[in-house]
């Protein structure tokens, strides 16, 4: 391929990856209102569920041999897990927490992976990442600590731990599309997603649905935007960029979460939290950017 084809295709790649952003920005809202009628890994496994028969669907072209590579398989599975704790950690605090701070502390998956990446591949983390975290902790302390007690709630603290489950999930894609067959991993990563989600949600939780329009709407849009397609398209993107860069660009989410949020529920942050949102996105560019040294991570 020649340069300037690359460049045409890392140009569309990052484009993608701005869209997906917004669908999910856009999706806080939706799955905290739909969590109203549903149980949390039920919800999971309809989501999921229905994703993977979409993309079941799109993908019935593929070559079964694609999906019988040891390597596409592992890679898929793994990912497939980080995405599962990802996902079960933030929606079960989205229940006690609001959709603009969610998209905010989930956001410092952007500033993990580099700091991750710095463990895996034995790295001495650079000075931008030591900056570019402790800016985020900052603000992570102003938008969730009580000032009186100096604790964090249950719903923010869950929603911390699914920003390392995504953290290693853009990593392990970021390893594996190498090799191509995005397609097939796109398919093992949500159907291994849906599988641990029915498989878990009659034993761990009390299951429960009220249907309604509003519930149908937010499966399609999450099952389908926000899974089946983002999750495909991220998965091509991530051939023509790095993982690194593919994180930059998925900063955008909790500000289209944060723009979702006051459009509809009229969400505004504090003073304090204002503040703590804005000192969280600057940790995640000064971590990307890197403006004071050169970028060494794979």
């Not at 594996?176 to 498989?199: D, M, P, W």
């Not at 660009?249 to 504090?270: I, K």
């Amino acid at each position: 391929m020649t340069a300037g084809r690359l460049k045409t295709r890392r140009w569309q790649a990052e484009l993608a990856l701005v869209l997906i952003a917004l669908i999910w920005g856009s999706t806080f809202v939706v799955v905290k209102q739909a969590l109203e009628s549903v149980s949390t890994l039920l919800f999971l496994a309809l989501r999921f569920g229905l994703a993977s028969v979409a993309l079941l669907v799109a993908f019935r072209r593929l070559r079964p041999a694609l999906f019988e590579q040891k390597r596409l398989l592992a890679g898929g599975v793994l990912a497939g897990v980080c995405l599962f704790g990802g996902y079960v950690f933030q929606t079960v605090g989205l229940r006690s927490t609001t959709p603009s701070k969610s998209a905010f502390i989930t956001g410092l998956s952007v500033v993990l992976v580099p700091l991750l990446s710095s463990l895996v591949y034995r790295n001495a983390p650079q000075v931008d990442e030591l900056l570019g975290v402790l800016l985020a902790a900052f603000g992570l302390a102003l938008m969730t600590l009580n000032e009186e007690s100096l604790t964090i709630s249950s719903g923010d603290a869950l929603t911390v731990l699914s920003a390392f489950g995504f953290a290693i999930h853009i990593m392990v894609l970021g390893h594996y599309t190498r090799a191509g067959g995005f397609e097939a991993l796109s398919v093992i990563q949500i159907a291994t997603c849906a599988l641990i989600s029915l498989s878990t949600f009659w034993w761990v939780e009390t299951p429960y649905v009220a249907w309604s329009p509003s519930l149908l709407a937010a499966l399609a849009i999450t099952g389908l935007l926000a899974t089946a397609l983002a999750f495909t398209v991220m998965t091509w993107a991530q051939q023509h960029t790095t993982a690194t860069r593919t994180a930059l660009f998925l900063v955008l989410e909790p500000v289209f979460a944060a723009l979702t949020s006051f459009v509809v529920e009229g969400e505004v942050f504090t003073p304090r939290g204002g503040v703590g949102a804005a000192l969280i996105l600057a940790g995640i560019v000064m971590v990307d950017l890197k403006p004071f040294s050169r970028p060494s991570h794979p």
